[in-house]
């Protein structure tokens, strides 16, 4: 192998090397924020665990008079006569 030779194979390995490192970076900063939930996300989720707790609350009193109002008007779209 001569002289010549030797350095083009170093700088094509050594330009590979780079893009290959450069993709990987590339890659790495787009999946971030895939991997954190993003605030409004978050909040939704507090959301819907509230939510569900509150069912859960309506499931195991429904014997409760306001759980039966709440369930009436909240679910079902009743309004008191009053």
Do not use: C
């Amino acid at each position: 192998m001569t002289l010549r030779t030797k350095a083009i194979t170093i700088i094509i390995i050594i330009a590979l090397a780079t893009y290959a490192i450069v993709s990987i970076f590339v890659i790495w900063r787009l999946t971030i924020p895939i991997s954190e939930p993003q605030p409004e996300i978050r909040r939704e989720i507090t959301e819907l665990y509230q939510r569900i707790a509150d069912l859960e609350y309506m499931l195991e009193n429904t014997d409760d008079p306001e759980v039966i109002r709440q369930i009436a008007e909240e679910l079902l779209g009743l309004i008191p006569p009053d």
